[in-house]
């Protein structure tokens, strides 16, 4: 079991028709994310051509923003806001879809960006499936 299955797990109340098995994807998903964004982020700014990197470092600290925020409402189920939750799984989708895309621009030349695309896509991925499951 992972922190985050452990912790749903210990909600004292009913989490509804959620599926908790997409919930738990799109919050590891959505923190992975994060942290990958994050990570290049700032491995742009060591390379030497950091000023053609500018909207690539730009975009990952957004993602990272938008994922870390992201996973912050999913965690939290008093007081539940459907629309709320649709809002920001689609705002996360559009924003790991906008770093995936810049990142794999700059894949073949930096090695961080293309870990960080693939991070980008798979996050995406959990909150449309989410999305999705939500109904």
């Known amino acids: 079991m992972t ?6 797990a210990t909600y ?8 908790r098995d997409k919930l738990t994807r799109c919050i590891e998903e959505c923190i992975a994310c994060a942290q990958a964004c994050t ?3 700032d491995a742009c700014l060591s390379e030497g051509m950091v000023g053609e990197l500018t909207k690539c470092i730009r975009t990952d600290m957004d993602c990272a923003d938008i994922c870390n925020a992201t996973a912050s409402v999913l965690s939290r189920h008093t007081g539940y806001d459907a629309n709320i939750t ?3 799984l689609t705002a996360c989708a559009t924003a790991c879809k906008a770093c995936a895309d810049e990142c794999s621009a700059h894949a ?4 961080h960006c293309r870990l ?13 499936d989410l999305i999705q499951a939500l109904g």
């Open 108 to 111: 073949d030349a930096h090695e």
């Open 3 to 8: 922190t985050v299955k452990d912790m749903l």
């Open 39 to 41: 990570a290049c982020a």
């Open 86 to 88: 649709r809002a920001i």
């Open 116 to 128: 960080c695309a693939e991070a980008c896509r798979s996050c995406e991925q959990a909150c449309n």
């Open 12 to 19: 004292p109340a009913d989490l509804g028709q959620v599926d």
